[in-house]
C-alpha cells in the first residue's frame, strides 16, 4: 500500500510539473500581443484576463485589452478598458488618443476632443492626435479648430500617414486638391 501510495503521489507531482503552466505577468502579456498580432482574440483576452488575475494594478494589460477591444470593433468595451487604464495611469497617452479614437467611432466627438486634449497636454507634438482631433472637430463642425489642429499636424510630420486625416479635412476646408492627392498618397505608401 506504501509503494502504491509514493507511487500515486510521484505521478501526480509529474503531472502538476508537466502541465500547470503558470507564466508570469509578463509572460502573458507577450502572449497576449502574439495572439493579438495574428488576429486570434479570444487567445488574447485570456492572456491578458490571467495578467490582471496577478497584477490588477498594472495599466498596461488593461490598455491591450483596449486595443484587442479595438481590433474587434468592439468600441464600448474598448472605453471601458481604456477607462481601466487611465483610472491607474491617468497620463497615458496611448489609453488617451484610443480611447478618444473609440469614441469617434461612437460619433461622442466632444468626448474624443477631450480625450485628444488630455493626450496632447502630455505631448503636444503627437502628429497623428492633431490629425485624430481635427477630424473630431470636422465632425461637429467647428471648421475653424479642425482646420487649425489639422495644420499643427501636418507641420510636424507633414509625410506620415498618421497626418491622412488631417490633410483630409484641411483639404475639404479649403477645397485645396493637393491636400487630398497627399493624403491618398500617403494612404496607399507611395
Same mark, same amino acid.
Given at each position: 500500500m506504501k509503494k502504491f501510495l509514493a507511487? =500515486?503521489?510521484?505521478?501526480?507531482? &509529474?503531472n502538476s510539473v508537466c502541465f500547470a503552466a503558470t507564466y508570469s505577468y509578463d509572460q502573458y502579456i507577450h502572449k497576449a500581443r502574439l495572439c493579438? +498580432? !495574428?488576429? #486570434? =482574440?479570444?487567445c488574447a483576452h485570456a492572456n491578458l484576463k490571467r495578467a490582471i488575475d496577478l497584477a490588477p494594478s498594472k495599466y498596461k494589460s488593461y490598455a491591450l485589452n483596449g486595443m484587442v477591444y479595438m !481590433?474587434?470593433?468592439? %468600441?464600448? +468595451?474598448?472605453?471601458?478598458a481604456f477607462d *481601466?487604464?487611465? #483610472?491607474? #495611469?491617468? !497620463?497615458d497617452i496611448l489609453s488617451l488618443t484610443n480611447r478618444g479614437t473609440a469614441k469617434c467611432y461612437n460619433e461622442d466627438y466632444k468626448e474624443a476632443i477631450e480625450d485628444f486634449e488630455k493626450a496632447l497636454s502630455v505631448n503636444p507634438n503627437m502628429a497623428n492626435i492633431w490629425a485624430l482631433k481635427? %477630424?473630431?472637430? =470636422?465632425? &461637429? !463642425?467647428? *471648421? *475653424? #479648430?479642425a482646420l487649425s489642429d489639422a495644420e499643427k499636424a501636418i507641420k510636424l510630420q507633414p509625410n506620415n500617414i498618421a497626418t491622412v486625416p488631417a490633410y483630409i479635412v484641411r483639404g475639404t476646408l479649403t477645397k485645396n486638391k493637393a491636400d487630398l492627392a497627399t493624403a491618398e498618397k500617403l494612404r496607399k505608401g507611395n
Open positions: 507511487l =500515486f503521489l510521484e505521478l501526480i507531482l &509529474i493579438f +498580432d !495574428k488576429n #486570434e =482574440f479570444s !481590433k474587434e470593433q468592439k %468600441y464600448y +468595451d474598448a472605453i471601458w *481601466k487604464a487611465l #483610472e491607474l #495611469e491617468p !497620463k481635427s %477630424y473630431a472637430n =470636422f465632425s &461637429i !463642425k467647428n *471648421k *475653424k #479648430e
